[in-house]
């Protein structure tokens, strides 16, 4: 192989990351033209066809749509009212809330939803709408909001309304299924988001008796949505690849400056830098290297389980990425390395990090990590890791906004993101160039983290969010 002039091929791809930058433009177009991009909407279809048109125009190789099947869900109104005043408390529904008709029921506050809360609460479950914290009890092992919401569900209460832990009216759509379930798991049961301050009056009310009645307008259907996929070739071994992704889809009624446009525009701008590197000073990655965003992720992460399954399913149709790289959410905090999901993978990446100084660490996920759409890579046993951003130290004040209306625009961090973009582009090309006999084996089958999955589900992860 050549020997790479490394020092240069980095003052290209940072100068280029930072001189030649895109994002304003690439942010603008995504959240203030296109706007909310649920998964399999209009806007979400325009988001995919304008990711795709400057894929081309930057001179990307193999620049494709891929369509799949969405199983969506949407809802037209949500409603809490007090029975006999006809006090109405704002709510949201959980995403993939499941229709609820009507249903006027006792409203139980069961605190936490601890195991010792809910057995207190006893037979008054039985048919009731449940109040309970989202965040878990800070004086007993964390329980996933999930798996109380179960622990619920199996004593009898028929709805769940759940205290936002954010306060000042804020209200995030949430997902109450745990995402390491295989394929896409019901609600334990209906449940929908009070804010902080209105599940305090609910709580008062629910120690008077208070009966309320739930009313949540909302249907599933089956919808295309498109992945966005492009590429450079690699020069000595393009049947080899690496891939960088991130979704480009978002909940209802927010942009997602951080959520992830973000990570989408970093897939873009790492995609023209590199493309930029190749077609100004000849440098090509060795292997391919693969950019995509993802549609689906905040519906069950179905957008990059659909590449996986078309690409590396069970009948191993081509070879997988030698790593999967997802970017979400992006602006929560500087960059400080990368997480890889499995330990064979620590010393190998943190060797990669190490030639581009700037004291980057790898670090391990301990339980697998549902989160996004790194998921479906490992699931099926394929080394993937997502950024280092903020946790242990370095977290945005911005960080807690995403799945909510303030995840604006103004949360997408410019002047970082460029660093991203130049470190996420180094990172990539030096992965691309390591030769295969120093790849380490990988030694985890898809069978294996199936079951790996499968028997964390219920278990407190320390999560990808928060
Ligand atoms: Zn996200």
């Not at 048109?53 to 409603?79: K, P, T």
């Not at 006999?84 to 506050?109: S, Y």
């Not at 992720?297 to 389980?305: K, M, R, W």
């Not at 970082?416 to 992965?431: D, F, N």
Request: hydrophobic share 40%.
């Amino acid at each position: 192989m050549t020997q790479l002039d490394w020092h240069s091929i980095d003052r290209f791809l940072m100068g280029e990351a930072w001189a030649g930058s895109r994002i304003p433009e690439y942010r603008d177009h995504l959240c203030h033209e296109i706007g909310p991009r649920w998964g399999g909407s209009a806007s979400d279809l325009e988001a995919a066809d304008y990711i795709h048109a400057q894929m081309v125009e930057n001179g990307l190789e193999q620049a494709r749509l891929e369509e799949f099947s969405l199983d969506s869900w949407d809802y037209s109104d949500a409603s809490l009212t007090v029975d006999g005043t006809g006090e109405a408390l704002e709510i949201k529904p959980f995403l993939r809330c499941p229709a609820v008709d009507g249903l006027t029921a006792p409203v139980v506050d069961v605190g936490y939803g601890t195991e010792r809360e809910i057995a207190a609460a006893g037979d008054a479950l039985s048919g009731s709408i449940v109040v309970m914290h989202l965040g878990p009890e800070p004086f007993t092992p964390p329980l996933p909001h999930t798996a109380r919401l179960t622990l619920a569900a199996k004593q009898g209460a028929v709805a769940a309304v759940v205290v936002e832990s954010k306060t000042g009216g804020r209200m995030e759509y949430r997902s109450a299924n745990d995402w390491r379930a295989p394929g896409i798991a019901p609600q334990p049961l209906p449940t929908v988001n009070i804010s902080f301050e209105a599940g305090g009056r609910l709580k008062y009310l629910a120690a008077r008796g208070t009966v309320a009645t739930l009313r949540v307008e909302s249907r599933f259907f089956d919808t295309p949505a498109n992945n966005v996929i492009a590429e450079i070739a690699g020069e000595t071994m393009p049947d080899e690849h690496v891939i960088v992704a991130g979704h480009h889809d978002t909940v209802f009624g927010t942009p997602g400056g951080n959520d992830n446009t973000s990570g989408t525009v970093a897939v873009m701008e790492a995609a023209r830098v590199l493309a930029a590197l190749k077609r100004e000073t000849g440098v090509a990655p060795a292997r391919t290297i693969r950019f995509a965003t993802w549609s689906g992720e905040e519906q069950g992460l179905q957008g990059a389980y659909a590449y996986v399954a078309r690409h590396h399913g069970k009948d191993g149709r081509t070879s997988p990425p030698r790593f999967a790289l997802n970017l979400d959410e992006l602006s929560t905090g500087h960059m400080k390395g990368v997480v890889v999901m499995t330990e064979h993978m620590r010393g190998f990446m943190q060797e990669r990090l190490n030639t581009m100084g700037d004291s980057l660490q790898c670090h391990v996920q301990g339980p697998l990590d549902a989160h996004s759409d790194h998921f479906p890579f490992t699931r099926a046993g394929i080394p993937a890791g997502i950024l280092w951003r903020w946790r242990f130290y370095g977290r945005h004040a911005t960080s807690e906004f995403h799945h909510e209306f303030g995840d604006s625009a103004q949360k997408l961090n410019v002047r970082e993101l460029k660093e991203y973009v130049g470190q996420i582009s180094r990172l990539m090309l030096r992965l691309s160039h390591v030769p295969s006999e120093e790849w380490p084996d990988n030694p985890h089958t898809a069978d294996e983290m199936e079951a790996r999955a499968v028997s964390e589900i219920g278990t407190h992860s320390p999560t990808f969010h928060g």
